[in-house]
């Protein structure tokens, strides 16, 4: 079996101590990041669906997301660019109430990659937080919201609400996204922009930021 099925596995089956081996494995066998990454997303998809059919539960989730953040690490500087261009700042973080991070830290690491400088506020983010890391960098450019539930869909609404005064005041571009959330809900709370992935995360923020 190829290193990047073997890692596929490992990580739906929550194996943390070997994934970053097997993520090193699989590119000294020629396979490229993002297929690492593909192959890692597709296993949290086997874990969620197990989960949602209750063959697994909450432990068997967390040591998976484990799994995948030891394989991340190893992939991460290949995913990243070499852009030297600075495209300003960005504030990201989850929102209050969601302790889902592997989705926000990958939008994070392309948004960086596209020549922003990150400021990743972590996850269950208090509205407070929010702001407050905006006044202290009144120059930011986008500030990035993520939500994995359905039930946390009202934190983000509540936070683009409350940072809406924020947003006239040091006009910065507001972008949204996590599994829950479509186009039509980013509308709905006022978003600027809506993205379905990390990818086109970093083509949003990029085109928020120098429209
Ligand atoms: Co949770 N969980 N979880 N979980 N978990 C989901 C999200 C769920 C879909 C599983 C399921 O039922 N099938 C389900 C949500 C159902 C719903 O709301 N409709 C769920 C649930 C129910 C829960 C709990 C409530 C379970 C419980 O306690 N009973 C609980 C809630 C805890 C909380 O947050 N308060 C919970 C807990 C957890 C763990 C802590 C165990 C763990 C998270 C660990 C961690 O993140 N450090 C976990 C995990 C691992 C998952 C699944 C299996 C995987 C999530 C993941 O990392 N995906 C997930 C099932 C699934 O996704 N299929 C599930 C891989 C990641 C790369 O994709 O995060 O979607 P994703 O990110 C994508 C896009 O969404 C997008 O780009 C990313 C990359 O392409 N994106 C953005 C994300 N943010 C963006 C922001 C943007 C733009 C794009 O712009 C700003």
Do not use: W
């Amino acid at each position: 079996m190829a290193k990047i099925d073997e890692l596929e596995v490992a990580v739906q089956n929550g194996k943390s101590k070997i994934a970053a081996q097997l993520a090193q494995e699989a590119l000294d066998e020629g396979s490229k990041a993002s297929d690492i990454l593909d192959a890692m997303v597709r296993a949290m998809g086997v874990v969620g669906d197990k989960f949602s059919a209750g063959e697994i539960f909450v432990p068997e989730m967390l040591v998976a997301a484990k799994a995948m953040k030891k394989g991340m690490v190893v992939i991460d500087p290949y995913l990243k660019g070499a852009d030297a261009q600075s495209l300003g700042k960005c504030i990201i973080g989850t929102v209050k109430g969601d302790l889902h991070d592997i989705g926000k830290n990958l939008v994070s690491t392309m948004i960086g990659a596209a020549g922003f400088d990150m400021i990743d506020l972590g996850v269950d983010v208090p509205i407070e937080k929010f702001q407050e890391a905006i006044d202290a960098n009144p120059d930011v450019k986008v500030v990035a919201l993520s939500a994995l539930l359905t039930t946390t869909m009202q934190s983000m609404a509540d936070t683009a609400e409350a940072l809406k005064p924020y947003r006239e005041k040091y006009g910065f571009k507001m972008m949204v996204g996590g599994a829950p959330i479509t186009q039509a809900f980013a509308d709905e709370i006022g978003a600027d922009g809506y993205s379905v992935d990390a990818g086109a995360a970093a083509v949003l923020a990029k085109d928020l930021a120098t429209a």
